[in-house]
Structure formats: C-alpha cells, structure tokens
C-alpha cells in the first residue's frame, strides 16, 4: 500500500534531529520572535497585518526582514533551508517554510534577539516540539544544530564570547504560528503605552505584555563610535527627542521615509545594545 509523502516540515524537523545531539532542553526555555511593532508590511501597519491575517508569516511571504533579505529562490536563505533542511522546503510554497526567532536560555526581559526589534512573541512551550535550532545564526553557516530533544547549543552559546546582540541561539519555527494557539503573550516597549501600537495589540488574540524598555541619551550614544560608526551616532543624534533615542522615536523617524532603512537599523543596534533596561 501506497504511503503518504511526509509534510516537508516534518522532513526538515527528521533532518536536523539526525545532526542534534545533546540532553533535552527545559521546556520552561521559551522562543521568542522579536520584531519592530510599528513597522508597515505591504502598506498595513504590521500588527493590523498580524491581527486581520491571524498568523505569523516568514519573510519568504511578506518580502520584509528586519536582517538579510535573502528569503528568495536561490537566495543566500533559500540555500540555507535548503542544505540545512535535507531539502525539504525546495519546493513547498512560501507559506510552508518557518519562522526565524531565537531560544531565550539567558530570560533577557526584552526577548532572546532584540537586534531584530523592540517587541516579542513569546511563544507557547507547545512549539518547541516543531522548533528546530542552530548557533551561531543561520547567515553564518553554521554546523551546530538542536531540537528540544537534543540540545547541545546552550553550552556553546554559554562558552562562546559574542557581543550582546548576536549572543542568540536561533530557532525555525516549523508549520505556520498561530496567534490565537502558538502565541503566549505580546511583549512591547513602554514607550508604546498609550499609543496607537497598544491599541493595535489590543487587537490580537494574545495578551499584552511590558519589559523594561529600551532608552538611550544622546551622551551615552556618543561613547560609542566604534561600535557601528561615527556616522550612525551622528544619525542617531540627529533623530533623537530632547537627547533621547527610543523605540518609538526611531519608529517615527522611519515612517518619514527619510532615513535609509539599513542605517536606520544600526542606530537601531545602538539602542538596542546600550539601552535596555533603562526605559521609562
């Protein structure tokens, strides 16, 4: 009797699990998805995007990244799912392929990669039966891999001397990610309180939760030249409000459309590496 071709995710989660070894991971040890909240995807605001479509989407879908975009045929991410997937993926539509966060080992308040964006999902210990993992990021070509049965990359990150904002062990998300089902809670920067981003969040099927914030002086930003380049702090000086960097205010300046996106994104790291926790 004929068998069923298995579902390309559950190929791809076969494959990494043959190259993870390690103990199993804590179940407590949540995936998060950070991203920028008050970002537009295809001309909606993208928590009205996630609100009216329900579900998570990769970038080989919505076309944005708040890192590479790669996500295309031959694209350096198509090659990479490719290899690293046994193939799984090659031809399966976008909306099969999973979505990118990190494993939040360290409980950093403000999720496992905040240099992808203020916010997070943290999602439901449900989703890691179908998460796999590797250290460091995907873009590296990295040879380390785990499932939450066989997760060996805890101690490799924990071994590992990396700046603060790619000090994550990244995680593909396998089937699509319901809000309503795969989602915990919304975690936003409280420079959105009282904003048109909480009222969207209110929107979701998930709760809203605060971390501590993100909050960066004009005088602290200006200590760190070497970090991404005198002229990011420079930009940064120039967007900032009575001397200071938030989420927000960058989100504002973005929306203009007069600052490049890839440098609005260092002044981005900027915040992200040298403000948290000193929010309002």
Known sequence: MHQPHPEPHTRAIAHVTALASGPT???????????HPDRFLNDRPVLTALAEDGVYRSQFVTGTSNGGLTAHPGG????????????????APAEARPVYGALNFRGSAAGAAPRFGSA??????????RTTFCYPDSYLEPESFGVATRMSLIALAEADEQDAL?????????????????????????????????AAAAALPCPTEWHPGFRLTVTELRRHPDYRGQEFVDLGASIAVAGVLTPRILGEAA???????QALKRVWHYLARFGLGTGP
Do not use: K
């Open 25 to 35: 991971l804590d179940p407590t040890l949540p995936v998060t998805l950070n991203f």
């Open 76 to 91: 350096a991410r198509w090659q990479w799912e490719s290899r690293i997937f046994g193939g799984a993926y090659d031809t």
């Open 120 to 129: 997070h999902f943290r999602l439901a210990p449900e989703t890691l039966s």
């Open 166 to 198: 790619d000090d994550y062990i990244e995680a593909q998300v396998h089937t699509p990610v319901r809000l309503d089902r795969d989602v915990s809670a919304l975690v936003l920067d409280p420079s959105y309180r009282d904003t048109e981003i909480e």
């Open 255 to 261: 929306r203009t459309g007069a600052h490049d996106e």
